[in-house]
């Protein structure tokens, strides 16, 4: 009887040990996946405004190539910010300046629209002591213009 007795001892103080060893892994693999996920969105949303730049109809009211280029911008930013959740759209880092208009590498001629969500991961994520967490989450991506905009 007394080996029993023992042995269901043993057994709980062996879970005593494990337990917090698994709690903190299976905590981690979730804290991790959050994180992933949240940088997931930022991507998608990111493309997905991209996407409208390329989409939106070329030729401003005035003709303009500088201000069809605004105009898709424009509509990057909106189309990315759409795509987000409201719990993600309200702490984003920068909100006014989403997405921007800059020269391709090739060919020379041609416009990229660049759209770059930032979100602070203080600010939806809770603090876990000894847990690295990047401080900033970031999606982006870019789209190509044709180069008659």
Do not use: H, W
Request: aromatic letters at 4%; a neutral charge.
């Amino acid at each position: 009887m007394p080996s029993r007795a023992r042995a269901r001892g043993i057994a709980a103080l062996e879970f005593a040990v494990v337990l917090p060893v698994l709690l903190a892994l299976v905590l981690g693999i979730v804290y991790y996946g959050m994180i992933l996920v949240l940088e997931q969105v930022l991507t998608l949303a990111a493309a997905e405004g991209a996407r409208a730049a390329l989409r939106y109809p070329s030729g401003a009211v005035d003709g303009s190539i500088a201000a069809s280029k605004d105009l898709r911008v424009a509509a990057a930013a909106d189309t990315a910010l759409a795509a987000l959740p409201a719990s993600i759209k309200s702490n984003l880092a920068s909100a006014g300046n989403l997405a921007s208009a800059a020269p391709c590498s090739a060919p020379a001629d041609a416009i990229c629209v660049s759209v770059t969500l930032r979100l602070p991961a203080a600010n939806i994520l809770p603090r876990i002591p000894f847990v690295p967490v990047p401080e900033t989450l970031m999606g982006s991506a870019v789209a190509q213009l044709a180069p008659d905009i």
